[in-house]
């Protein structure tokens, strides 16, 4: 059974700085590709970034661009979400996905990844 758990959330005041761990477990870790989602409330889930854990390379939606950086720590099993400069359209729950082979992940759509956390609150204040 694959499981994913994320921890790091919490309240920030706009321009801050937050750190998302999302740690994978049951599943061969790397070759698979993993990526962070966020929903607001009455809003669509949206992904963020992703990655995949066999290489470099990365996707970032233009929103986060510049703002939020995705890494990963192999020996840990667990993926990173960077968090600066939060604004609070930021705001949102923020989960991880697991895509196990790495079918058609680039794009971030919530429809491709197999496996979810459940997630966790990032609140940003003005």
């Known amino acids: 059974q694959v499981h994913l758990v994320e921890s790091g959330g919490g309240s920030v005041q706009a321009g801050g700085s937050l750190r998302l761990s999302c740690t994978i477990s049951g599943v061969t870790y790397s070759g698979n590709c993993i990526a962070w989602f966020r929903q607001a409330p009455e809003k669509q889930r949206d992904g963020v970034a992703g990655?995949?854990?066999?290489?470099?390379?990365?996707s970032y939606t233009d929103a986060v661009k510049g703002r939020f950086t995705i890494s990963q720590d192999n020996g840990k099993n667990t993926v990173y979400l960077q968090m600066n400069s939060l604004q609070p359209e930021d705001t949102a729950m923020y989960f991880c996905?697991?895509?196990?082979?790495?079918?058609?992940?680039?794009?971030?759509?919530?429809?491709?990844?197999?496996?979810w956390g459940q997630g966790t609150q990032v609140t940003v204040s003005s």
């Open positions: 996905a697991a895509d196990v082979g790495c079918k058609n992940w680039l794009l971030l759509r919530p429809e491709e990844f197999d496996y």
């Open positions: 990655l995949y854990t066999g290489g470099q390379t990365t």
